[in-house]
Structure formats: C-alpha cells, structure tokens
C-alpha cells in the first residue's frame, strides 16, 4: 500500500462521525452539492460523507471485478482515492451516483487490463464484423433466462468492457441514454456495442 493510500484511508476512517453527525449542516446536501463543496474546498471531512454514502455501492461494482473480497476491498479504496483527486470532473451532466457507477466500472475495467495475469480469456470463437450484420439482435429474454451460476462463469470469459456495459444496463438499470453520457459515444455506437456484448456473452455461456 503506497503511502498516499496510507494517507487517504487515515483521514477517512479516522473521521470524527459523532462531530459531523450532530448538527451536520452537510446532511440535506444532495450529492451534486456536496461533491461542488468538496471541489471547492478540497476538504477530506467533506469526502468522508460522500465515502460513507457510497463505499457499500463501490464495493458491490468492485466485487464484480475482482476475485476475492481482499481484492474488491483494496479496488474499493483504490477508486475513492482516485474520486478524490478526480472529483472536479464530474460536470453535472448527469446524477452523480450514475457518473460515479461509471467511474468505478472503469476503474475496474483499466484495473484488470493492466494486470495480464488476471486479464479475462476468451474462450469462444471470433466473430467478423460482417456477421453482426446478418445475425439478429439478441432478445433480451435470453438472458434473463440464463442460469445464475453459468452466466457468472459466462461473465467472467468475456472482456471487461463487455462485462463492464452489460453490468450497467442488466445489473444497473442504465439506459440507453444513460450509457450514451456514461460513455461519451453517440446512440448508435453504444446500441452497437451493447449488441456486440450481449452476442459475445451468449456465445460463450453456450459452450460451457
């Protein structure tokens, strides 16, 4: 553990809460308006109130990722200490929480590509391009009807921005225009991709 994250962990965890809960006047803040405070301010007190309305969430993405609970807790820590340095980017184009879900998935996105030992295989056979054009759109009912047990193995096969889009609109409720400002990509694109993921996902789940 670096000792900036030494740092981050002791002025949240070692946060007065009994102080800032009695007479918070922090406590009707929305989350657009705290995090605007924080920027301004830069204050770690401030963030732990954001940390504790959040950390249960970031873990819950987090654990999607990693492979223990040891690791989806260092990932969650991992990403409140970049959300403090990265906090001023969040501009308010949409809810923050949904920003922050986009944040934390990838986070964990960049974290599994960079680490080749953990990096997801892909196991099913390549698709061309062309073949997207031809095949029809994967119902969504396909997948709600997957076993629970062999979708997570399914999951876990494919790669992570695969996992990471089908998460957010499966898992998250994202819609589409959700994803289109989550993800910075014209309808069309994110509609592609989708697609593309959910084709990818089923033909690896039919081969286990």
Known sequence: M????????????????KSLEADDPYTHLSDEELVERIVANNNPMLFGKLYDRYAKMVYNKCY??????DEAED???????????KLKMFKGKSKF???????????????VNRNKQRKMSDKSVPVEDSEYKIR??????????MKATKLKEALELVSAE???IL??????????????????????AVKM????????????????
Not at 75 to 85: A, E, G, H, K, S
Not at 136 to 145: A, F, I, R, T
């Open 64 to 69: 999607g990722f990693a492979r223990s609970q």
């Open 136 to 145: 029809e759109e994967v119902p969504d009912e396909s997948l709600y009807e």
């Open 97 to 111: 929480s949904t920003w922050l879900y986009s944040f934390t998935y990838n986070f964990c996105v960049n974290y």
């Open 162 to 164: 695969d996992k990471s």
């Open 167 to 188: 998460l957010l609109k499966y898992q998250d409720g994202a819609s589409i225009k959700d994803l289109v400002t989550l993800m910075d990509l014209g309808e069309s």
């Open 75 to 85: 990932l969650t820590q991992d990403v409140f200490l970049q959300l403090f340095i």
């Open 193 to 208: 991709r989708l697609k593309r993921a959910k084709e990818k996902l089923l033909e690896i789940y039919n081969t286990l």
């Open 2 to 17: 670096t000792f900036l994250k030494r740092l981050f962990l002791i002025l949240i965890n070692n946060l007065d809460k």
